[in-house]
Nanobody, 121 residues
Framework: QVQLVESGGGAVQTGGSLRLSCAASGNFFSINTMSWYRQAPGKQRELVAISSSGGRTIYVDSVKGRFTASRDNAKNTVYLEMNSLKPEDTATYYC???????????????WGQGTQVTVSS
């Protein structure tokens, strides 16, 4: 009854830009945090950014200054603007949301299906 849908992935050259979006839909009371993770083949999934409901965002060091996350609470959507992309940014990017799903503040975590980002040199 809840799903996260990512979009905006694609293939770009080094130095290019992409804007990812992740929209939450379904039956939930509110969203606590919405995050971006990425995973390249043979590597562990790593956190890229976390956006709190209050707008605070934390970034992994490797993307600081290049990636910017923003959140539109009215649309239940989080965005990740990626600039100055590097080949090492190539990965499948996943949206992750922690949601309040009951009146008692019970929470559930959901993953999006992933969107591929490929950066070529």
């Amino acid at each position: 009854q809840v799903q996260l849908v990512e979009s905006g992935g694609g293939a770009v050259q080094t130095g290019g830009s992409l804007r990812l979006s992740c929209a939450a839909s379904g039956n939930f009371f509110s969203i606590n945090t919405m995050s971006w993770y990425r995973q390249a083949p043979g590597k562990q999934r790593e956190l890229v950014a976390i956006s709190s409901s209050g707008g605070r965002t934390i970034y992994v060091d490797s993307v600081k200054g290049r990636f910017t996350a923003s959140r539109d609470n009215a649309k239940n959507t989080v965005y990740l603007e990626m600039n100055s992309l590097k080949p090492e940014d190539t990965a499948t990017y996943y949206c992750y949301a922690l949601m309040v799903v009951s009146a008692t503040d019970a929470m559930r975590a959901y993953w999006g299906q992933g969107t591929q980002v490929t950066v070529s040199s």
